[in-house]
C-alpha cells in the first residue's frame, strides 16, 4: 500500500464518528493503554444522560457483551490502518490499545472536537480555546480524585504552550496536549516513591533510542510494565529510519512522540534508563538508575540502525526478566531464558511472538501486514465489522 492509500484508508476509516470518540478516550486514558471494556466503561462514565432501564440481569449482561464486541471491531479496524496500536504479546485473550504516534497527529484533534456522547454540539477543530476548555473538563473528572479542577486547567494550558513551541503543526497541538497532560497528570497521582515497574527512558532527542526501548517494553511486557520516555533536547518528530526498522518489526505503533524530560516524570518512575544524556536527568533518592552506552541511530544507515535495535532489545529482554524475577521469581524463568538468547546475537528482524519471541508469520504492525494484503482484503478490515473477530 502506497502512502497516499494509507492516508486515503484512514480517512475512510475515521469517516464513522463512533471511532473518533473511541480515539479521544484512548488518548485521554490515564494509563495510556486500555482493553475495549474499559472503554465501554469510560463511555458510559462520559454520558451524563440517564442509561435505559434494563429488564434484569441477563439483558444488561447482553448488551454488554454486545458493546464490547462493537467497541473490539472498531478498534481492530483502527489497528488495521495504524492509527492505533495493540500493546503486550499477540494474541492475547484481552488485548490492549493505545493510539499511535501517527493516530494522535492526523487525527487526534478532530477525535477531541467530536462529540464525546450523542447530543454534545462538534467543535471546530481549528478552535483550539474551546478544544482545551473541553479537554480541562474530561480530565477534571478523569483525575478529580487526585488534583482540582483549576490545576487540571493549569497543566493543560503549560503543556500547550509548551508544545506549541515545538511541534511544527500547530493543529496537531491539541492532540498532543491531550496526551501529554493526562501522562502527567497520571505521573502526578500516583505514588512519589517509584516503583520498579515504572520504567523511564531518557536520550537526547527523545526520537531514536529511547523509543526503541519503549517500543521493546511495551510488546515485551504489556501490562506488567508502565513505561515513558522524555528527552533532555527533544525534536519534534521521530527519527524516520528508527520508525522504518521499528515497522519491520510490528513495533512502529508503540513509539510515541518526543517530549520534554520533566520532574514529575522522574519522580514517579522506578527505573531510570538513561542513553547518551549525561548528567541532565534529575536524581530522586530510592530509585534505580542505569546508564545504557548505545550508539545514537539518527543518520545511520539502516544496517546500523538495526544493529541497535538489537542490542537494546537484548538489554530490554534482561531489564524485563530481572523486574520480573524481583517479584514473581518462579514464573521469571523462561524470560530470564529468553533475555540470555537475546544476548547471543539471534536476533532478526522479525516481529515478536505470543511468547515475547521474534518468529514469522507472527506480525502484528499495520506496515508488513497490510503490505501482504490485497487492496479487497484491506478495505473489507475497514468496513462495519471489521476483519478479525474479537477475541
Known amino acids: 500500500m ?3 492509500e494509507l492516508r486515503s484508508a484512514q480517512k475512510l476509516t475515521m469517516a464513522n464518528p463512533e471511532r473518533l ?3 479521544a478516550r484512548l488518548l485521554t486514558h490515564p494509563a495510556g493503554r486500555c482493553t475495549a471494556e474499559d472503554l465501554v466503561l469510560r463511555a458510559a462514565a462520559e454520558d451524563p444522560r440517564p442509561g435505559r432501564p434494563e429488564a434484569g440481569d441477563l439483558p444488561r449482561a447482553v448488551a454488554g457483551a454486545r458493546a464490547v464486541a462493537e467497541v473490539e471491531e472498531h478498534l481492530e479496524a483502527l489497528v488495521a490502518v495504524g492509527l492505533v496500536a495493540v500493546v503486550g504479546p499477540v494474541p492475547s485473550d484481552a488485548a490492549l490499545y493505545r493510539v499511535s504516534s501517527r493516530g494522535i497527529a492526523r487525527f487526534g484533534s478532530a477525535a477531541l472536537a467530536a462529540p464525546r456522547y450523542p447530543g454534545e454540539p462538534a467543535l471546530d477543530v481549528r478552535d483550539h480555546d ?12 478523569t483525575f478529580a480524585a487526585n488534583a482540582g479542577a483549576g490545576t487540571v486547567d493549569r497543566l493543560v494550558r503549560e503543556c500547550y504552550a509548551a508544545l506549541h513551541r515545538q511541534v511544527r503543526s500547530a493543529g496537531q497541538v491539541p492532540a498532543l496536549t491531550a496526551w501529554l497532560a493526562t501522562d502527567r497528570l497520571a505521573a502526578m497521582a500516583e505514588v512519589t516513591h517509584g516503583s520498579p515497574r515504572d520504567v523511564l527512558f531518557v536520550c537526547v532527542h527523545n526520537t531514536g533510542r529511547s523509543q526503541i526501548a519503549a517500543a521493546v517494553t511495551r510488546r515485551l511486557a504489556g501490562d506488567r510494565i508502565r513505561v515513558r520516555t522524555a528527552g533532555t533536547r527533544p525534536v519534534a518528530e521521530p527519527d524516520t529510519m528508527t520508525e522504518t526498522v521499528l515497522a519491520r518489526r510490528g513495533l512502529d505503533g508503540l513509539i ?8 514529575d516524570i522522574v519522580r514517579t518512575s522506578g527505573v531510570i534508563v538513561t542513553m547518551g544524556c549525561g548528567d541532565a536527568c534529575p536524581v530522586f533518592p530510592g530509585r ?9 541511530p539518527a543518520g545511520r544507515p539502516i544496517e546500523e540502525v538495526e544493529r541497535i ?5 537484548a538489554r530490554v529482554r534482561a531489564l ?9 521469581p518462579g514464573a521469571a524463568t523462561e524470560v530470564a531464558a529468553e533475555a540470555v538468547f537475546a544476548t547471543s546475537g539471534a536476533l532478526t528482524a522479525e516481529p515478536m511472538a505470543a511468547d515475547g519471541t521474534f518468529g514469522a508469520g507472527q506480525q502484528r504492525g499495520w506496515l508488513p501486514r497490510l ?14 465489522r471489521g476483519q478479525r473477530k474479537a477475541r
Do not use: H, K
Open 2 to 4: 502506497t502512502p497516499d
Open 21 to 23: 470518540r473511541l480515539l
Open 130 to 141: 474551546a478544544l482545551l476548555d473541553r479537554l480541562a473538563d474530561t480530565l477534571a473528572i
Open 256 to 263: 510515541e512522540f518526543p517530549r520534554e524530560l520533566t520532574d
Open 288 to 296: 534505580r538508575y542505569l546508564d545504557w552506552p548505545l550508539d545514537d
Open 309 to 313: 535495535v538489537d542490542d537494546i532489545t
Open 320 to 328: 524485563v526478566a530481572e523486574i520480573d524475577a524481583a517479584d514473581e
Open 371 to 384: 503490505a501482504r494484503r490485497p487492496w479487497t482484503v484491506v478495505t473489507t478490515a475497514l468496513g462495519a
